[in-house]
């Protein structure tokens, strides 16, 4: 078993994965690798290579001798950064991000793309420290590189500012002896023939969510503790309840455990078939705080880690589109408006203008889970000096349209504990074709749209013209929904 600082974290995580990785591939769902964050990780990295100014970088080969051979080449040359440096010792094989020579030795700086740094960067740096020393290397620092989410975009991108650098050396050296054990444990556990026993666990999920979760998860039954919403139960309770072999919802309610007030709601209502509960004066109330006409008000947005624009932080929710359905009574006709902005540009000012001249300043507006559109409002309003007065006033007549579903003032069997718009919608709509995201062309929930904007710009017109009809077409569903959902609420209040 050859190990790279992937598969080193990877066995740290769950030494199972790397048996698996070796004996039973074919059960690996790649579903459940974020693509998007391994995208970001390589602009990340690929950036940061010019922190230190002038560098020089190791060419990716199939061979990892010649990139090892190539490394060997540069340091003997006298090169004072080298990015992907390689080495190799004893068959553990890893690529430093930046090599940094010293006078007398070298520092290993690891970047992350992430805004702090995490448990599992030690490890990576951990496991590099050890090949690097162990080949005759003094390594006289070791340092994270990671993503300052204070930093501001103003004029040229600053890598000074949008990076800060953590000293880790001292807790490095202090893992040395872990990782020599961990590597021959690791190599150990990869070698035996029979699949490893091991038990579900925090490690399914943590750092990671491993690719081998719904192989090891197979056994675990549908309405299991695990389906218990965050909200009913936390995950550590749900593991100890399955290590005390409490699995079922019927197991949990033979078990006399005690439970919260929405763990049972959701537990009782499945087990016993009970039909939807309604609390008709809790809605009644909530209806009551609305006033017409109606503005139901939903935004798709993007992230970047590195900033592309002025007033721009890393990992900043930028707002690229919005979707209004206006309601002027409750029986009245529905109108419709919405904005797309032109990919490529920064969005913010034009979506402000148009916000404004779609929804006057005293209007009542119905968002769900409103802290998202709000927080998305007020950086708006930071931005646009000129509309910030009338976009507060926007912000300052939200409504959650959210807020009965998470008091559960309404719930039923089909919302399987959860008050996310997307199983709400389809629990009181259930026969409503025109409300199916999964009948929408390319994009169908929030992730998706955010990827297909920002991709956008590498697409032919064709391509784009196709994207961009997607797009309105499922930010436009995300407020009909909304507009049928308070229909239902309407159909079962206290009048």
Known sequence: ??????????????????WLDTNKSEVRDDSAVNQSVLDTGNKVG?????????????????????????????LNAGTKIICEASFAHDGNFCSVDILRVLKDGVEIVEV???????PVHYEDTAYQYYVLASGGLNVKKVSVMHINNEYERKGELDLRGLFTVHNCTKKIRSMQADVAANIARLREGAAVKAEPDTEIGEQCFDPYECVYCSYCWRHIPQNSVFDISGH??????QLSLYRRGIVTFEQLLESGEKLNKLA????ETQVYNRPPYIDRKEISFFIKTLRYPLYFLDFETFQEAIPSYDGQRPYMQIPFQYSLHILETKDGNLRHREFLAEEGTDPRKELAQRL??????????????????????????????????????????????????QKRAFYSREMGGSYSIKQVLPALCPDDAELDYHALDLVHDGGEAMTAYTELPGKTPEERRRIRAALRAY???????????????YDTKVE
């Open 1 to 18: 078993m050859n190990l790279s600082k992937s598969r080193y974290c990877r066995g740290i995580q769950c030494p199972k994965i790397l």
């Open 46 to 74: 690929d950036l940061a290579m010019g922190y230190y100014g002038a560098y020089t970088e190791v060419p990716y080969s199939k061979s990892k001798a010649a990139m090892i051979a190539e490394t060997q080449r540069l």
């Open 112 to 118: 992350k793309s992430t805004t702090e740094v995490k």
């Open 232 to 237: 009913g139960m936390r995950f550590e309770k």
């Open 264 to 267: 049972r709601l959701q537990v």
């Open 356 to 405: 404004c001249a779609d929804i006057p300043k005293n209007v009542c507006v119905l968002a769900y889970n409103m802290g998202f559109e709000k927080g998305r409002i007020r950086e708006l309003a930071e931005l646009s000096g000129d509309l910030s007065a009338h976009l507060m006033k926007i912000h300052d007549n939200v409504k959650d349209l959210m807020l009965p579903f």
């Open 475 to 489: 930010c436009r569903l995300d407020t009909l929904a909304m507009v049928r959902i308070l229909k239902k609420l």
